[in-house]
């Protein structure tokens, strides 16, 4: 085996170990952030115990926030990111960053965080999210029938938003 092969066969090996491996950490504003060498190591990262403010400052790309600078570093290295907020937040996550962002929301019960696009929300939208998953809704969404079966037999639930935009946003 030449240098190129045995050097292609150690990124190869690295990777595949990556895929394999989580990190978790607990968010605190006055704490350092995780060294970077975490997004080299880990193709997912758990973030727990995320706050309001960090939410917010994400969402508007705070970049000033050494927290909000790592996570979007973690995007960039194509980590999937699992942000872990208490069920009393959930009305100030942005609807924007449930549908578009590319991580995932979740309770301290690791139940996914979810909210879809269509006015009209059928059978097949529900199958396709994980059992247990908070579907966040707005007034103008309405379930079928069907769906809704699914929705119960799931164990999912439902949040309803009185509008698109969350608390802080208004």
């Known amino acids: 085996m030449n240098d190129l092969e045995q050097l292609v066969a150690q990124v190869l090996t690295k990777l595949k170990q990556r895929e394999r491996r989580t990190y978790d950490c607990v968010y605190d504003r006055h704490a350092a952030v995780p060294d970077t060498q975490v997004f080299l190591d880990h193709a997912t990262v758990t973030v727990a115990n995320l706050s309001i403010e960090l939410v917010s400052h994400l969402y508007r790309l705070d970049t000033t926030d050494p927290w909000v600078a790592w996570?979007?570093?973690?995007?960039?290295?194509?980590?999937?990111l699992r942000l872990v907020v208490n069920d009393l937040s959930l009305q100030f996550i942005?609807?924007?960053?449930?549908?578009?962002?590319?991580?995932?929301?979740?309770?301290?019960?690791?139940r996914q965080?979810?909210?879809?696009?269509?006015?009209?929300?059928?059978?097949?939208?529900?199958?396709?999210?994980?059992d247990k998953t908070i579907l966040v809704v707005t007034p103008t969404q309405r379930l079928t029938a069907e769906a809704r079966d699914t929705l119960s037999r799931k164990q999912m639930n439902l949040q309803m938003r009185t509008d698109e935009a969350c608390i802080w946003q208004k």
Do not use: K, N
């Not at 995007?75 to 999937?80: F, L, P």
């Not at 942005?94 to 690791?110: A, C, G, Q, S």
């Open 94 to 110: 942005p609807r924007t960053m449930l549908l578009d962002w590319p991580v995932i929301f979740m309770t301290p019960e690791f």
């Open 71 to 80: 996570l979007l570093q973690a995007i960039d290295y194509r980590v999937q």
């Open 113 to 130: 965080i979810r909210a879809v696009y269509p006015h009209a929300i059928a059978r097949a939208t529900i199958a396709g999210l994980p």
